[in-house]
């Protein structure tokens, strides 16, 4: 059983910044990529920024947070994080949580998904 809980959403105002965590936790064998995905009402589900577990830590961002966002993880913690400086009101959505893993049980990796945090920039 693994777990992907994410915290750091609310409401900021435009121009503002704000934080996002997310620790994946359970029987983690290893993990290719974390990541994050938005939803914004009527809208489909769609990727903001992922980030790799190589050394490198390649990084791939939507064209429209290029620049404001930070991606970035902590690998001994199985954690990913979401830096959103100049935030604007069209970047209003449920934030999701994303990894690709293989945990106990498999023999591949799988997608994993959290619950998602609301991040509303208003003002």
């Known amino acids: 059983q693994v777990q992907l809980v994410e915290s750091g959403g609310g409401l900021v105002q435009p121009g503002g910044s704000l934080r996002l965590s997310c620790v994946a936790s359970?029987?983690?064998?290893?993990?290719?990529?974390m990541g994050w995905y938005r939803q914004a009402p009527g809208k489909q589900r769609e990727l903001v920024a992922v980030?790799?577990?190589?050394?490198?830590?390649?990084?791939n961002y939507s064209d429209s947070v290029k620049g404001r966002f930070t991606v970035s993880r902590d690998g001994a913690k199985n954690t990913v994080y979401l830096q959103m400086n100049s935030l604007k009101p069209e970047d209003t959505a449920v934030y999701y949580c994303?990894?690709?893993?293989?945990?106990?049980?498999?023999?591949?990796?799988?997608?994993?998904w959290g619950q998602g945090t609301q991040v509303t920039v208003s003002s």
């Open positions: 994303y990894a690709e893993m293989r945990i106990g049980g498999t023999i591949r990796p799988y997608d994993y």
């Open positions: 359970g029987t983690i064998f290893s993990t290719n990529a």
């Open positions: 980030i790799t577990s190589t050394s490198t830590g390649a990084t």
